[in-house]
C-alpha cells in the first residue's frame, strides 16, 4: 500500500508528535560531531622550519617575510581549527642536529626555503629532515635561490614530500589540510557491523592497523538490536521531526512510524559509536533489522563523521580520508555508464544532505522507501547541478583510484535507486574500459562502488599520496 502523505499531514498525525515538535523549535538542525557528543580530536601538530639567509641580497627572501608567513600559518589554526604550528628553527644560525631533536612527536613539518643554490649546510640539513620519514612540504617562492633544482629528486627517490614551488601563500592552506589525514587516522575506530566488505587488505584489521593505524571494532546484529531497543521513544520521535520530517520537501511511500524508527537507528549507532569512540560505521546488515542505514548514514555523514553502505571498507577510508583532508562527506554510488552522453550516472539510497560540509547547508531532499526492496527509509537528495565532483575509492590500502566529472543532471529514473544524478566525465569511453585502472579486483560491490565527492580535488590528491605513500590511478 502506498502512503503519498504530504508534510503537514505528517506534523499533525498525533498530539504528541505536535508537542515534541513544538519543544523542538529552538534546535539547531544540523550539529556538528563535536556538538553532537564525540570527543575533539588533538590537533595536528607541524613543525616549521626556515631555511636559509635572509635580507637585502641577491636571490634571498626579505627578513620581514618570516613574520609575516608566521601571521599566516596562524591564520590558518584558526581556519582549520585541528592543526597547530610549532617550532620556527631558523637555518642558519640553528644546525640540523638541533631541528632533528625537535621534531619527536611532530605529525608534519613545512619547509621555508628562503635562500641557497642548492650546496653547503642549508641544502644538507633539508636533506636530513626530509630522510625523516615524517611528511614534510616544502614552500619555495620564485627568487629563492636555485635549489629548487634539487627538490624533485626527494619525491623521485619515494620521500614522503609535497613540493610548493608558488608564490601562492593559500598553498599552505591546501597543504596544511592533508597534513591531518595520517594523524587523524591513526587515532580513528571504525564500527564493523556483521563483518567487512571489499578487498582482501582493508578488510584485514591487523594489516588496515600495521598500515595506517585505524582500528576495526566488530559489532554483531544482536548488539544494534539491543542498542535500537534502548532508544527512548519520545527522543527518536523528536529526532524524526525535527531532522527530517519538518525539513523534507516531500514525504512519499514511508509510514510516520517507519521514519521514527529509522530515526531510533540513528540514535542507536550514535551511542555504540560514542560509546566506543569511533568515527566511522560501516555495516553489511545495513538492509536489515532493525532499520535500513539510509537515515543513519546520512546524518553520520552531514556530521562530519562516516557512515557507509554494505559493509565497504575502501568506500569507508576513503570517505574518512576525503572527510579528514577536504571536510566533505561522500555518496557512495552503484555508477553505470552512457557514452551517449559521454557520462557516468550514480545513484544509490542514502546520500548526506550536506555535500559541502557540516557547516554547509542541506539540500533538498525527499523521504523514500529502499528502491530494490520497496521497503524502509531511504533517500531522494537532489545534488546541485554545475557542481564540480571527484570520485574516487581507496583500495588495498595503497592505491587511491579517481576522476573528475560536473553534475549535469538530477534524474529520478524508476530502474535505479532513489538519489541519482548525471556526471559529465572526460572520457566516458575510456573510462569504461579502464574502470578499476587495471588493479581492483573482486565481488561486484568491491568492483562496482565508487565514492562521490564535491569539489575537483585531484591535485590534492596527487599530494596527498606523496605525502602518505600511495598510489593514485585515474581511471578515465
Known amino acids: 500500500m502506498s502512503h503519498n502523505v504530504t508534510r503537514r499531514q505528517f506534523l499533525g498525525a498525533t498530539a504528541a508528535g505536535s508537542v515534541l515538535l513544538a519543544a523542538s523549535t529552538g534546535a539547531k538542525p544540523a550539529q556538528t560531531a563535536q556538538e553532537a557528543g564525540w570527543p575533539a580530536q588533538p590537533p595536528v601538530k607541524i613543525y616549521k622550519v626556515f631555511i636559509g ?79 625523516t620519514g615524517i611528511p614534510t612540504v616544502v614552500f619555495s617562492q620564485p627568487f629563492s635561490g636555485h635549489g629548487w633544482m634539487y627538490f624533485p629528486k626527494w619525491q623521485k627517490a619515494g620521500k614522503k614530500v609535497v613540493l610548493l614551488p608558488t608564490s601562492d601563500w593559500s598553498e599552505l592552506d591546501r597543504a596544511a589540510g592533508l597534513m591531518r589525514v595520517g594523524p587523524r587516522l591513526k587515532q580513528t575506530k571504525i564500527l564493523v557491523v556483521r563483518g567487512p566488505m571489499g578487498t582482501a587488505a582493508a578488510c584485514n584489521a591487523e594489516q588496515l592497523k600495521t598500515r595506517w593505524g585505524a582500528e576495526i571494532i566488530p559489532i554483531t546484529v544482536e548488539e544494534t538490536l539491543e542498542a535500537h531497543k534502548a532508544v527512548d521513544a519520545a527522543e527518536a520521535e523528536a529526532e524524526a521531526e525535527n531532522y527530517w520530517i519538518k525539513c523534507a520537501k516531500k514525504i512519499y511511500e514511508p509510514t510516520r512510524d517507519e521514519i521514527i524508527n529509522a530515526s531510533r537507528f540513528y540514535l542507536a549507532m550514535k551511542k555504540l559509536m560514542i560509546d566506543r569512540g569511533a568515527q566511522a560505521v560501516t555495516s553489511s546488515n545495513c538492509m536489515g533489522d532493525p532499520a535500513k542505514g539510509c537515515f543513519a548514514f546520512s ?90 565532483v571527484t570520485c574516487a575509492k581507496f583500495i588495498n590500502l595503497d592505491t587511491m583510484l579517481a576522476s573528475t566529472g560536473k553534475i549535469t543532471e538530477v534524474t529520478h529514473d524508476k530502474l535505479a535507486c532513489r538519489t541519482q544524478f548525471v556526471t559529465e566525465v572526460g572520457d566516458a569511453k575510456k573510462m569504461f574500459l579502464n574502470w578499476g585502472g587495471g588493479v581492483l579486483e573482486g565481488d561486484v560491490m568491491t568492483l562496482l562502488h565508487r565514492v562521490v565527492f564535491y569539489g575537483n580535488h585531484m591535485q590534492s590528491l596527487t599530494d596527498l599520496g606523496n605525502l602518505m605513500g600511495f598510489r593514485v590511478v585515474e581511471e578515465a
Open 53 to 131: 639567509r635572509t635580507g637585502d641580497i641577491y636571490m634571498s627572501r626579505p627578513t620581514e617575510e618570516i613574520g609575516k608567513l608566521n601571521d599566516h600559518l596562524a591564520g590558518i589554526e584558526k581556519k582549520l581549527g585541528d592543526v597547530q604550528f610549532v617550532g620556527g628553527d631558523l637555518i642558519p644560525p640553528a644546525d640540523a642536529t638541533t631541528v632533528l631533536n625537535n621534531l619527536t612527536g611532530m605529525d608534519g613539518i613545512i619547509l621555508f626555503h628562503l635562500s641557497g643554490h642548492g650546496g653547503g649546510s642549508p641544502a644538507e640539513a633539508m636533506d636530513k629532515i626530509v630522510d
Open 299 to 388: 546524518k553520520l555523514n552531514d556530521q562530519g563523521l562516516v557512515g557507509a553502505c554494505e559493509g565497504d571498507m575502501d568506500s569507508t577510508l576513503t570517505m574518512l580520508i576525503f572527510r579528514y583532508a577536504f571536510g566533505v562527506p561522500g555518496f557512495i554510488t552503484d555508477p553505470v555508464f552512457d557514452t551517449a552522453r559521454n557520462a557516468l550516472i550514480h545513484f544509490h539510497c542514502t546520500s548526506a544532505t550536506k555535500m559541502d560540509g557540516p557547516e554547509g547547508k542541506r539540500l533538498p531532499f525527499s523521504i523514500r522507501t529502499q528502491t530494490d526492496s520497496g521497503r524502509g527509509v531511504a533517500l531522494d537528495v537532489e545534488n546541485r547541478i554545475g557542481q564540480a
